[in-house]
């Protein structure tokens, strides 16, 4: 059953929500090999959707495991990438959830219980990640965060593969441009496409 905008998470809006399953779609419609990955999920209200979304598909669809990654701890610290003349709001420890709240969501909505990492990015060792990447979602709010999840799935991707980074034009959260910046770079094949505050990268 399609998602409703009711249904949709506070923290990412109902257009670039209604863009991530449109493209995570995209890729199931298109035989992409591999798993679907979210860095960064909070409270899980977008990876609810991301898994109601694969369960609502074909059975390659639902072949696809749905891999979460969270300190559950909330932010780290920023670093200078991360100053910001809009305030300094997003502060250590901010956006803390804990990985019960989120695999009781998973269960009260009848969903299977995804692969979910407790763990800062850079402490991520290779057994945590899925041997192949068909879409991921990144929203990890900070330079440190988004820099080191691009790099963890960059190597995993498959042809045809979609990343998407939350808050690329966010003025309170210039790391994560920044970080977007350095990637296409740093990888000049790599072709981006904007739309709201998501980089959608091909």
Known sequence: ??????????QVSA?????????????????VPGDVVEFGCYKGDTSILLQKLLHSTDTTAKAKALWLYDSFEGLPPKTAEDASVAGDSFKAGELFVTKREVVAKFKKAGLRVPRIKKAFFEDLLDQDLPPQISFAFLDGDLYGSIKTSLALV?????????????????????????????????????????????????
């Open 154 to 202: 960059t190597p995993r991707l498959s042809p045809g593969a979609i990343i998407i980074v939350h808050d690329y034009n966010n003025p309170e959260l210039p790391g994560s441009a920044k970080a977007v910046d350095e990637y296409l770079h740093n990888h000049p094949t790599k072709k981006l496409a904007q739309k709201a505050a998501l980089a959608i990268i091909r």
């Open 15 to 31: 257009v670039e929500t209604a863009t991530i399953l449109e493209l995570l779609e995209s890729t199931v419609t298109a035989n």
């Open 1 to 10: 059953m399609p998602a409703k905008q009711s249904d949709y998470p506070q």
